[in-house]
């Protein structure tokens, strides 16, 4: 009788680790998609928030019921449903879907790497992901404005700036250095986000893991490695962003 005998630990990592041009590929989309997120989440979460702290007078005051609503529709409902609803949205209606894409290769040890950086998949990851985070940001900005106080602003009106002014250049400096331990929350949660899109064909780094594990049927061993490479970027995330919050804290405050 014949015994097969099967790879340690070791053998099983060297193994996931020759597939490692899927791996940095899967990396390099998965900032790409984070990065998108992060940007759109940040200027339209403090637009959100503003409108809806502050409300606008009639007949503008709408916007900041809409702006209300977003964010509790948003923060309601699965992150799995909306991405989904986005991406099946335009079947549903029979809306003529072209396909595109818009893409970059390169050699890295005789290995090509190869993005696909917009697509309509790409894209659809980035809009939920986007809007998805502009709901969560737009709660830590409005906190930290809430934080500063309505004095302040009445002070600066009454010193003849106008209340755009006085959000402008005294209350917004002043919240969003107080909204960073808060904030890097939402910074170091949504990579983790961004392996949802895996399940509309993006393929970012839990996409190849998946991949990979379908090749080599190497399941735990490949997941630990996709783990660690999350963990560390997530760390790098956070101790940046605690060097920011440093870096701009106020003497004495």
């Known amino acids: 009788m014949m015994f097969q005998v099967l790879p340690g630990p070791i053998e099983e990592f060297l193994v996931v680790l020759e597939y490692w041009d899927h791996i940095f590929s899967g990396f390099l989309l ?18 959100l928030a503003i409108l809806r702290h502050y409300k606008l ?4 005051g ?10 509790e529709i948003v923060r309601g409902t699965p992150l799995i449903a909306q991405l989904l609803l986005l991406y099946f949205l ?32 790409t894209l659809t990851g980035i809009i939920v992901l986007g809007l998805n985070s502009s709901a969560y940001q737009a709660e830590y900005f409005r906190g930290a404005i809430m934080s500063v106080g309505s004095g302040q602003l009445m002070a600066a009106q009454s010193l ?17 250095r107080r909204v960073i331990p808060a904030w890097s929350n939402e910074a170091a949660y949504l990579p983790k986000y961004t392996v949802i899109v895996y399940l509309i064909g993006v393929e970012e780094l839990f996409a190849e893991a ?3 594990v379908a090749k080599t049927f190497i ?9 660690v490479i999350f963990l560390i970027m997530i760390t790098l995330i956070s101790k940046l962003l605690d060097i920011v919050h440093k870096r701009t804290a106020i003497p004495g405050l």
């Open 30 to 47: 998965t900032l790409w998609l984070y990065g998108w997120a992060i940007l759109i989440g940040f200027f339209l979460g403090l637009m």
């Open 57 to 60: 007078p009639y007949p503008l």
């Open 62 to 71: 709408i916007f900041s019921d809409i702006s209300a609503g977003f964010i």
């Open 90 to 121: 335009p079947y549903s209606l029979n809306l003529p879907i072209e396909k595109w894409s818009f893409s970059t290769n390169f050699m890295i040890f005789d290995k090509e790497i190869t993005l696909i950086l917009l697509n309509r998949r």
């Open 160 to 176: 003849g700036m106008s209340r755009f002014s006085g959000v402008r250049h005294i209350i917004l400096p002043q919240a969003l």
């Open 210 to 212: 998946h991949w990979i």
């Open 219 to 227: 399941s735990l061993t490949t997941y630990i490695v996709i783990a």
